[in-house]
């Protein structure tokens, strides 16, 4: 971006130089890491796990055993599992290579809408590039106002929430604060459900026999944390039901479930791991399509836990047909969808 800082009129000849004028969007999702080997994954997840909004337990309980017993074990298993997907040609995760992607497309059609008055950039929660940095280098760019946009279509405390406070931490930091608005819930946005639907129905398209289930499968939490007011579960049902009311299909069509459980409480169930196997084994559903509304790019979750983990637990159970259907990523109707969103947002400050 051309650098506007300019000295304010009627200013001494010593004042420094402003940059002014400037609204800025920043996407935010979840994270990666920098590298599979141990010490950046153990940076990541040690991140990723102390956050009181993931995981809220006392810290004199937890850390202890995060810091002496988890992060000594799980960085080697997870980066094992970061390897299998990793992009080797670009060196980093398929995560962040989708959301660059993303973010190429999506200031492309804001450019188109708005020239130079809109700068867009995208940041993470955890890792690189920090949330932060990115606020930092807009403040420092001229943006007097900040639309912050997390990637999550349905809100979850452990998501939306903890994206939201890292951005108002860093405007914390911020001598000359730019007005803030953040992105509420998109998730039954109709121009979300129906990118979604088409992601099904070309999918659908391209095999031979249609699947006897559509497994729609959401990102897991504690069952507590619905009991203390979350509303994740009931917009991920509700994405369910839209979703196949746009499709015109039947109740049986498809099934809601949740996966990537951790810890020993109870958390939202059906479990996906579960559920499938279950469906080859008592259902007799040999051919299944699963989908994963819940992330706005493919990642560890679902490269390498869906479409891993999730259908060997199918195969196992005598399970034979197993498809699994990306994420929007950066499909042309999914970054529209988002800039019309956030173009609803911009009221007022264009």
Not at 22 to 39: C, F, M, Q, R, V
Request: aromatic share 10%; net charge negative; charged share 25%.
């Amino acid at each position: 971006m051309t650098d506007t800082a300019t000295r304010p009129e009627h200013a001494p000849a010593d004042h420094p130089k402003v940059a002014r004028g400037k609204t800025g969007i920043l996407l935010a999702n979840l994270g990666t890491p920098d590298h599979y080997s141990y010490w950046p994954m153990r940076r990541y997840l040690n991140e990723f796990l102390s956050d009181r909004r993931v995981i809220d337990y006392a810290p004199w309980k937890w850390q202890p055993l995060l810091q002496l017993i988890i992060l000594t074990k799980r960085p080697f298993t997870s980066g094992e599992a970061y390897k299998s997907i990793w992009n080797h040609d670009k060196g980093e995760s398929p995560l962040m290579t989708i959301t660059k992607d993303q973010t190429a497309k999506f200031a492309g059609l804001m450019a188109e809408r708005h020239g130079d008055q809109v700068m867009v950039d995208f940041c993470m929660r955890y890792g690189n590039p920090s949330t932060e940095s990115k606020v930092r280098e807009m403040v420092k760019a001229g943006c007097e106002r900040i639309l912050f946009f997390p990637l999550y279509p349905q809100y979850a405390g452990a998501t939306s929430a903890t994206a939201n406070d890292q951005f108002f931490r860093a405007l914390m930091k911020e001598t000359w604060q730019p007005a803030s608005r953040t992105i509420e819930p998109y998730f039954d946005d109709p121009r979300y459900i129906d990118a979604l639907a088409k992601s099904v129905e070309e999918a659908y398209g391209q095999l031979d026999k249609r699947p006897d289930i559509l497994v729609v499968s959401y990102h897991g939490m504690p069952l507590r944390y619905l009991m203390q007011g979350d509303p994740y579960h009931c917009q991920c049902a509700k994405v369910t039901r839209l979703l196949k009311e746009r499709l015109g299909w039947k109740d049986t069509d498809l099934v809601t479930t949740f996966q990537s459980k951790f810890g020993p409480e109870d958390w939202l169930q059906p479990y996906t791991v579960e559920e499938v196997a279950r469906l080859a084994e008592e259902d007799g559903k040999k051919n299944i399509a699963v989908i994963a509304p819940a992330f706005s790019a493919d990642c560890i979750e679902t490269l390498e836990e869906i479409n891993e983990e999730i259908k060997e637990s199918f195969e196992e159970a005598g399970g034979e047909h197993f498809t699994y259907i990306p994420c929007l990523n950066d499909r042309d109707d999914h970054i529209q969808a988002l800039a019309d969103i956030a173009t609803e947002n911009l009221q007022g400050w264009l």
